[in-house]
């Protein structure tokens, strides 16, 4: 999964998910953060586990965000919580 936004004060993602069970999927994503002058600010981990319900129209499970300086790799912040979403029919 790669998104990117080409203004420089957004930011650049690309993560990876792997099936955990026949309805579950872990998903690990990096994003890189930059300020209004373009200048790197952080990166960005994004973790989430979650479940589909098995006709595939909605998922859940809790994510976790963990934000690190670019250069010392120090933490700047974590936040937990609980990830949910709809599917949005094509019709």
């Given at each position: 999964?790669?998104?990117?936004?080409?203004?420089?004060?957004?930011?650049?993602?690309?993560?990876?998910w792997?099936?955990?069970?026949?309805?579950?999927?872990?998903?690990?994503?990096?994003?890189?953060?930059?300020n209004s002058?373009?200048?790197?600010?952080?990166?960005?981990?994004?973790?989430e586990?979650?479940?589909?319900?098995?006709?595939?129209a909605s998922?859940?499970?809790?994510?976790?965000i963990?934000?690190?300086?670019?250069?010392t790799?120090?933490?700047?912040?974590?936040?937990?919580?609980?990830?949910?979403g709809?599917r949005?029919?094509?019709?």
């Amino acid at each position: 999964m790669v998104c990117a936004v080409l203004r420089r004060t957004q930011n650049f993602c690309m993560g990876v998910w792997q099936q955990t069970g026949p309805f579950s999927y872990h998903l690990n994503h990096f994003a890189l953060s930059y300020n209004s002058a373009g200048v790197l600010d952080a990166k960005v981990n994004i973790k989430e586990d979650v479940t589909l319900d098995p006709k595939g129209a909605s998922y859940s499970g809790p994510f976790t965000i963990d934000v690190y300086d670019p250069t010392t790799g120090a933490s700047l912040g974590h936040v937990g919580g609980r990830v949910t979403g709809q599917r949005v029919p094509a019709n």
